[in-house]
């Protein structure tokens, strides 16, 4: 096949791409390169391998219409990585979100584009009643600006469907971790005690807690089920089927870093910032029924992240 990844040089984006590859398609990356990093693909383009790369933004719908002819499925990833940011920029999730998956889905449209598999989000469920939270749950209140904006991005992939007959996978990721990380509490943490290695501030109370999935296990789980599942809106929760409170990443990250004697300290209250869900479990058990399993639970995946990320942000150099 032939694919489009969008945000295909970022961190979850650079993983799916090394998969979709290894799989034998050839691979159009469309990325602005605002928070991906060429150097995560550039073992791709030393081999050789079908990856080619476009730096344009989403937001240019021409550049987008003309890159689509001929794609076979979008995987759509890029948005804005950060959900602390629409507190302070509040039209970053409406431009980088919503209007970025509108463009994404109308070059689809002109170009006869009919699959598109969506990266959604967990706080899309905002503060759920029920959890863990299966994909059924409802109705769906997000607190964040991000959580809207996917949500959003969601209603317009169902009306294309409804529309213009397009097919969709749309994937509710638990937190994302691991190598190649950019942004996150694990990252936080770890940049924190390089800059101060006797002292950790934790945003909260530390009893914030929450399901993570190994970001190769994000990326295999999603091509896995665009592969094996056929209904014209297939929708799936993506995470190990645990929570992690982060009050133990806090701990599993000093654990690893091999500092002595560092004073973990926190900020108090139930949330880190403005629009953090304290607590969030899912319900995995329909991708675990499709034969995709992740190789980490949560706990696993932070250890593995921490060991991975304190060798590439180099916390002892």
């Known amino acids: 096949m032939r694919i489009l990844v969008t945000g295909g040089a970022g961190f979850v984006g650079s993983h799916l791409v090394d998969i979709l590859v290894e799989d034998g398609n050839s691979v159009v990356v469309y990325d602005n390169l605002s928070s991906g990093k060429p150097h995560f693909l550039q073992h791709h383009l030393d081999q050789g391998s079908p990856v080619e ?12 219409k003309e890159n689509m002819p001929g794609i076979d499925i979008v995987f759509h990833l890029a948005a804005n990585p950060d959900i602390r940011l629409g507190t302070e920029v509040t039209d970053t999730d409406l431009k980088q979100g919503t209007i970025a998956t509108y463009n994404v889905l109308e070059a689809m449209r002109l170009a006869g584009t009919k699959k598109i598999a969506f990266a959604s989000s967990s706080v899309v469920y905002g503060e759920a009643s029920v959890m863990p939270t299966p994909e059924d749950y409802g109705p769906l209140f997000p607190i964040s600006l991000y959580g809207a904006s996917k949500l959003a991005g969601e209603g317009l992939i169902s009306a294309w469907v409804g529309t213009f007959s397009l097919q969709a996978w749309i994937f509710r990721f638990a937190n994302v971790v691991g190598e190649r990380g950019t942004h996150g ?3 936080d943490f770890i940049h924190k005690l390089k800059n101060d290695p006797t002292r950790l501030e934790v945003l909260g109370d530390g009893n914030q807690a929450k399901s993570y999935i190994e970001v190769r296990d994000c990326a295999r789980s999603m091509y896995h089920l665009v592969c094996t599942t056929d209904a014209a809106i297939n929708y799936y929760n993506l995470g190990s089927g645990d929570v992690c409170s982060v009050r133990r990443i806090a701990e599993i990250v000093v654990e690893e870093s091999g500092l002595p004697e560092v004073s973990i300290e926190y900020t108090g209250g139930s949330r880190g910032w403005a629009g953090d ?10 991708m675990k029924d499709s034969g995709i399993t992740p190789t980490f639970d949560s706990e696993g995946s932070i250890r593995h992240t921490a060991r991975a990320l304190i060798e590439e942000i180099g916390l002892h150099d």
Do not use: G, M
Request: overall charge negative; cysteine-free.
């Open 277 to 286: 869900v304290p607590q969030a479990s899912l319900a995995v058990d329909r």
């Open 53 to 64: 790369i476009v730096k344009a933004d989403l937001l240019d719908l021409d550049t987008l």
């Open 185 to 187: 509490v694990i990252f």
